[in-house]
C-alpha cells in the first residue's frame, strides 16, 4: 500500500468520530430528525388580490411554524419519556401539531400565483378524473365548496383519492387531523386564519376566491401518482 493511501487513511479513521465516545442518549437525539418551515414556491403576496400577503405571511411564518415547534418540542418529549402513561399523555400534541406541519406543507404547494399556471386546470388524467367522477369540473367545485364550508369549527377540505374504489372524493377532516382514508390530492384549510383578515366571517368568497390560485398541476402529479401506486 502506498505510503499516501496510507496516510490518507489514517486521516480518514482520525476524522470519523468514534462511536463508543458519544453517549447513547446523545446518539438517540442525534438521529432523530428535526422538523423545519419549508420555504414557499412563491412571494408572500404573489397570490394576491385573491389571498392577500398579510394573511399568507402570518399563517406561513407565524401558524405553521409554531406546528413545526410544537411537534419537534412533543417529538423531544415523547423520547424523554419515562413510561407508556407519559408517551400516551402527548398523543394529542403529536397527532394536533404533527398533522398542522403535514397539512400546511401539503397547502402550500397546493397553491401557485396566477402567473406560474395557478388556477389553470388544462386537459390530462386529472380533469377526465374528475369530469368522470362528479360530472363536470363546476360540479366539483361547487360540492368541494360546499362540504368544506359546512364544516363545524376549524378542519380541512379534501379532494382526496380512493385506492380500494380508484375514485376521487371529497373528503373533510377535523381541526389538524391529517387526512388517512384517502391519498391527498388538494387541501383547503378552513380554519380562520386561513381567510378572516380578507374575508371576514364570509367563508364562501374565501371559497370562491381560492380556485384562482389552485396549483392543478400539483395536484396532478400527485393523483397520477396516487393511481400508480393504487
Ligand atoms: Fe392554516
Redesign the pocket.
Known sequence: MSAVLTAARSAVRAARPSARAIPAASLSLAARSVHTLPKLDYAYDALEPHISGQIMEL?HSK??QAYVNGLNAAEQSYAKAPSPKEQIKLQSALKFNGGGHIN?SL?WKNLAPQAQGGGELAAGPLKDALVADFGSIDAFKKKMNSVTAAIQGSGWGWLGYNPDTKKLEIVTTPNQDPLLTHVPILGI?I?E??FYLQYHNVKADYLTAIWNVINFKEAERRFVEAAKSA
Open positions: 399563517h401558524h405553521h400546511h397547502f384549510d380554519w386564519h386561513a
